[in-house]
């Protein structure tokens, strides 16, 4: 498996990382290991979680997932594990967050609480890679800047980076950084797949010019490029159930599941089945195959799943195959429904 750097920093990383969203509600803890145990066996040694998993979030639930990765990672030797993980922040109307002494914005109190109860729900003295969750538009850059420089120094983390940000968000922060003489983000966590290449305008030039690194989240499009909604609503499925929950559920389905996103995945099916291989192998390797990408995340219920998106690891698209994937993204361009909170 190829490893690439993390921006500027010291750190590189496989090209595909282990989420672990799932673990705490849709995994118990000994599928979670599994899960694990059979990433790192194939060479995986990125792994990412956050104090919000598992999702859907909850109070109730809330630093569930980091407790099971921490308890798995005793299994590990430390050092043969790069552990990524994130503080919330606002929730931007998405859920309700986490409250730290009357605070979910991010501000000193907020960042270091966090991450001294991310060090000891995953049982380690430090953390490779402190992302925040969602950005604080609200915030100065240079205060939030400026507390995870401070943990660096103590050793408590070792690079930064941002999830879910813009570009204006972006560049702000590294002008912030500049300006004041402190640490930048080196990494951007952001949604990203082959119904949603929005990231390959706009951020993709952030990323190239500033030396920082994607970690595309969701390569499998929530699922839909497995292509197992093409045709119908798989019981028991993520948007099967979204369907008919709440008001804010249902527009998620809408957004990654409507008539432009399922012509799409028919299309790039026909593309996988000629080369005789899986969609979910075809999206993963599309995914990992850009240059300002560092390492892909992808996300499992059951080693099963795992295993096809593994199959993707090694997969190199030629040319013509890029270019026909190219042209359905002419003829279908941005599918997925713009939600107003992921905008590049």
Known sequence: MQRRRLGGSAITVTSICMGTMTFGTQCDEKQSFAIMDRAYDAGIDFFDTAELYPVPPSKQLFGVTEEIVGRWMKTKPRETVILATKVTGPAHGWFVPPVRNGRTALDRIQVTRAVEDSLKRLKTDYIDLYQTHWPDHGARYEDVLGVLTELVRQGKIRTIGCSNETCWGVMKSLSAAEKHGLCRYDTIQNNFSLINRRCESELAQVCRRENVSLLPFSPLGGGVLTGK????????????????????????????????????????????????????????????????????????????????????????????????????DADIPNPMKEDGLRRL
């Open 229 to 328: 909604y093409v045709n119908s609503y798989p019981p028991k499925a993520r948007f099967t159930e979204y369907r008919n929950a709440g008001e804010r559920q249902q527009k998620m389905a809408e957004r990654f599941l409507n008539d432009r996103t399922r012509e799409t995945v028919a299309r790039l099916k026909a593309i996988a089945d000629e080369l005789g291989i899986t969609l979910t192998a075809l999206s993963v390797a599309w995914s990992k195959q850009h240059d300002f990408v560092a390492s892909t995340i992808i996300g499992a219920t059951s080693v099963e799943q795992l295993n096809e998106s593994l199959a993707g690891s090694d997969v190199v698209l030629d040319a013509e195959t890029l270019q026909r994937i190219n042209e359905i």
